[in-house]
């Protein structure tokens, strides 16, 4: 009887080393998966950055844009304005040649 009992103590350790390796198997597995997660979650914070830093660009390149086109407009509305200044003179010449023309 105390042999069968030492046996059964002896298989009962034996089962409880193993499932404490497996414990440890677990364990290590889930700080792996948490260093990973911990890498991941680093990276996405890189991601979200850059993404800020290009939505800032973007934003930066809008504005430029905007004030070219405003220049490009004003530019447009003076070249207009001289255009109808040189348009005015050209008659102003005219109309000097034909009193001219009628005078001689």
Do not use: D, I, N, Y
């Not at 105390?2 to 290590?28: N, P």
């Not at 348009?87 to 005078?103: D, H, M, R, S």
Request: hydrophobic share 30%.
């Amino acid at each position: 009887e105390l042999v069968a009992t030492k046996e059964q103590l002896e298989a009962t350790r034996q089962e409880l080393v193993a499932s404490k390796q497996e414990h440890e198997a677990t364990r290590q597995e889930l700080v792996g998966t948490k260093e990973e997660l911990e890498v991941s979650g680093q990276e996405l914070v890189a991601t979200k950055q850059e993404h800020q830093a290009t939505r800032q660009e973007l934003v930066a390149t809008k504005e430029q844009l905007e004030a070219t086109r405003q220049e490009l407009v004003a530019s447009k509305q003076e070249h207009e304005a001289s255009r109808q200044e040189l348009v005015a003179t050209k008659e102003e010449c005219e109309a000097t040649g034909q009193e001219l023309v009628a005078t001689r």
